[in-house]
């Protein structure tokens, strides 16, 4: 019978540095005031022995947990998923905050919380107190939500709110969604559209009012009217038919419209085609997200691209950093979004 192979153990990387326990365990714990020479003999101990240190006893040799929690709104995520429509939003957060988490020897855990129930205290409590989070990153809308924001520096825990610049605590991001809408504008006001509607998102989510904010912006400063030329939808993709119907039933007609997301654009895409309007000849489109929905939509969609994975990292590496180094209020993060052209945009018919 073979023999199991010999765990690696603290005490193995010790006798292999020849350090003390303490010196190994303040290294695999990346505590301050370790001499960077010191540091780097430890670790290729680490390396040369394999040694992989063990989250429980990691967690009770002190106060952290490793573990970095993501919250994602309940209704919407679940809804995306059971319709198979889904975007990659999940997908591009866990990306982007999982990667980084490794780096630094934590793991994410992503939880799904529905922002406007009545047990909202109750159940954010209750995966803290499940998970004992070293940190928590809040999406939209959760990051706006004053409840959510209030319980959690009630509770001293180190947050981080992506999409919210909205008073309160936490360590804010933004993807500058009005120079992002702006973007779009500028981009169909280039190709000579005069009658440029805008598809926004819901209220609850701060975003979408900066969105519209970006593309009034450009249409004022280009002289442009944008009266009746405003619909909101949920982001779902009905909302997006129901937009579309909307904008393209006016005696002066949309040739152009920005959509504040993927599935609402698939929603407009759908009425064009039923109305006889070509894309991107009678019809131009710009999208926000660029989910693979997009690059595979016929014609591909022209798209603002959304650096979730980016901003999630970020995230990530602020939490832990004001962990170690507290910072008190900070200034907001941002990191652009961009725009990828392709094959719905064209000059003004």
């Given at each position: 019978?073979?023999?199991?192979?010999?765990?690696?153990?603290?005490?193995?990387?010790?006798?292999?540095?020849?350090?003390?326990?303490?010196?190994?365990?303040?290294?695999?714990?990346?505590?301050?005031?370790?001499?960077?020479?010191?540091?780097?003999?430890?670790?290729?101990?680490?390396?040369?022995?394999?040694?992989?240190?063990?989250?429980?006893?990691?967690?009770?040799?002190?106060?952290?947990?490793?573990?970095?929690?993501?919250?994602?709104?309940?209704?919407?995520?679940?809804?995306?998923?059971?319709?198979?429509?889904?975007?990659?939003?999940?997908?591009?957060?866990?990306?982007?905050?999982?990667?980084?988490?490794?780096?630094?020897?934590?793991?994410?855990?992503?939880?799904?919380?529905?922002?406007?129930?009545?047990?909202?205290?109750?159940?954010?409590?209750?995966?803290?107190?499940?998970?004992?989070?070293?940190?928590?990153?809040?999406?939209?809308?959760?990051?706006?939500?004053?409840?959510?924001?209030?319980?959690?520096?009630?509770?001293?825990?180190?947050?981080?709110?992506?999409?919210?610049?909205?008073?309160?605590?936490?360590?804010?991001?933004?993807?500058?969604?009005?120079?992002?809408?702006?973007?779009?504008?500028?981009?169909?006001?280039?190709?000579?559209?005069?009658?440029?509607?805008?598809?926004?998102?819901?209220?609850?989510?701060?975003?979408?009012?900066?969105?519209?904010?970006?593309?009034?912006?450009?249409?004022?400063?280009?002289?442009?009217?944008?009266?009746?030329?405003?619909?909101?939808?949920?982001?779902?993709?009905?909302?997006?038919?129901?937009?579309?119907?909307?904008?393209?039933?006016?005696?002066?007609?949309?040739?152009?419209?920005?959509?504040?997301?993927?599935?609402?654009?698939?929603?407009?895409?759908?009425?064009?085609?039923?109305?006889?309007?070509?894309?991107?000849?009678?019809?131009?489109?710009?999208?926000?997200?660029?989910?693979?929905?997009?690059?595979?939509?016929?014609?591909?969609?022209?798209?603002?691209?959304?650096?979730?994975?980016?901003?999630?990292?970020?995230?990530?590496?602020?939490?832990?950093?004001?962990?170690?180094?507290?910072?008190?209020?900070?200034?907001?993060?941002?990191?652009a979004a961009g725009i990828v052209h392709r094959q719905t945009t064209a000059p003004a018919p």
């Amino acid at each position: 019978m073979a023999k199991r192979p010999r765990a690696i153990t603290i005490r193995h990387v010790a006798a292999d540095a020849g350090v003390s326990l303490q010196t190994v365990s303040r290294v695999v714990n990346k505590a301050p005031n370790v001499r960077p020479e010191m540091m780097q003999r430890v670790q290729e101990s680490i390396d040369r022995l394999g040694y992989v240190p063990s989250l429980a006893a990691q967690r009770m040799a002190g106060a952290h947990s490793y573990f970095i929690l993501a919250l994602n709104d309940r209704e919407r995520t679940i809804a995306e998923w059971r319709s198979r429509q889904g975007t990659d939003w999940v997908d591009q957060m866990l990306l982007g905050g999982m990667l980084t988490c490794a780096e630094h020897g934590y793991r994410m855990i992503i939880e799904l919380i529905d922002t406007h129930s009545d047990q909202l205290e109750r159940e954010l409590l209750a995966a803290i107190a499940a998970v004992q989070p070293d940190g928590i990153i809040l999406t939209p809308p959760h990051s706006g939500n004053s409840r959510i924001v209030t319980l959690l520096e009630d509770q001293g825990i180190s947050f981080a709110r992506i999409g919210s610049l909205r008073p309160g605590g936490g360590i804010k991001l933004t993807m500058d969604d009005d120079r992002a809408a702006r973007l779009a504008t500028e981009h169909l006001i280039g190709l000579g559209h005069r009658r440029i509607g805008f598809v926004a998102g819901p209220a609850d989510y701060e975003l979408s009012g900066w969105r519209v904010d970006g593309w009034q912006a450009a249409m004022v400063d280009a002289g442009l009217d944008t009266t009746d030329l405003l619909a909101t939808g949920d982001f779902s993709h009905g909302s997006g038919r129901t937009a579309a119907t909307q904008l393209l039933s006016l005696d002066q007609r949309a040739t152009a419209l920005v959509v504040s997301n993927d599935q609402m654009t698939l929603g407009v895409l759908e009425v064009a085609r039923e109305r006889g309007l070509a894309v991107p000849r009678e019809l131009s489109l710009v999208s926000f997200d660029d989910t693979p929905a997009m690059r595979h939509a016929d014609p591909p969609v022209t798209a603002i691209v959304q650096p979730i994975a980016e901003v999630a990292s970020c995230a990530v590496r602020l939490i832990i950093e004001e962990r170690r180094h507290s910072q008190g209020d900070a200034a907001p993060v941002t990191i652009a979004a961009g725009i990828v052209h392709r094959q719905t945009t064209a000059p003004a018919p």
